[in-house]
């Protein structure tokens, strides 16, 4: 076996580096390279920050997005349309959608997907918290967006959801699946076209 030709305490950053999504060994490699190359610039004011997020960053107990503060920003703000809630799978899809714009009312992180192969279930994730918001007797809300991704843990979700918050009284609806806008058609998956045909609309 090799000797490393680095110290253990860059291999220790090499390797938790390496966690990150999108990461791997050798991109982690560089981007530490980069960091020790830039110490002052860059891996110190880097530092600080992770720092800082570590002491002040928490989940809202609301709605599940991170912040720093518990109601967090989003579930504050009263310009938001409390009848209408979007629910999310991840934080991710929660940043996607305000970059887009798309959504005037309020959020619910659920932390992940259901995945029974995977051990993943209603106890595992954010769906107790919802529930008691959809019912509870000062709630405002009068619709919930089912905004899972489109695969078979985000389907498996969404029906089991709809299941748990139909009550007559709450209007649940889904994301549309189909041709993405400026799309085209041959160079669409099957189950995209065939999600576009059946989600057609009148004109």
């Given at each position: 076996m090799a000797n490393s030709v680095t110290s253990?305490?860059?291999?220790?950053?090499?390797q938790l580096m390496a966690k990150i999504p999108g990461l791997g060994p050798r991109s982690a490699r560089r981007a530490v390279l980069h960091?020790?190359?830039?110490?002052?610039?860059?891996m110190a004011p880097l530092s600080k920050a992770l720092n800082?997020?570590?002491?002040?960053?928490?989940?809202?107990?609301?709605?599940?997005?991170?912040?720093?503060?518990?109601?967090?920003?989003?579930?504050?703000?009263?310009?938001?349309?409390?009848?209408?809630?979007?629910v999310i799978e991840d934080v991710s899809d929660l940043w996607a959608l305000e970059r887009a714009g798309a959504?005037?009312?309020?959020?619910?992180?659920?932390?992940g997907t259901l995945s029974p192969l995977d051990g993943i279930g209603p106890?595992?994730?954010?769906i107790g918290n919802l529930i008691d918001r959809v019912n509870a007797p000062?709630?405002?809300?009068?619709?919930?967006?089912?905004?899972?991704?489109a695969t078979v843990e985000g389907?498996?979700?969404?029906?089991y959801l709809t299941d748990q918050i139909s009550n007559g009284k709450i209007k649940v609806s889904r994301l549309a699946h189909g041709v993405p806008v400026g799309g085209e058609l041959d160079y669409l998956d099957e189950g995209t076209l065939s999600a576009a045909i059946r989600q057609r609309t009148l004109l």
């Open positions: 253990p305490e860059i291999e220790r950053l090499i960091l020790v190359k830039n110490k002052e610039k860059l800082d997020a570590v002491i002040q960053i928490v989940e809202c107990h609301q709605c599940g997005n991170i912040d720093t503060i518990s109601p967090c920003t989003l579930c504050r703000d009263e310009r938001r349309d409390p009848s209408l809630l979007v959504v005037k009312g309020c959020y619910h992180v659920l932390g106890d595992d994730l954010n000062d709630s405002l809300i009068t619709e919930v967006i089912l905004a899972v991704n389907q498996t979700t969404a029906h």
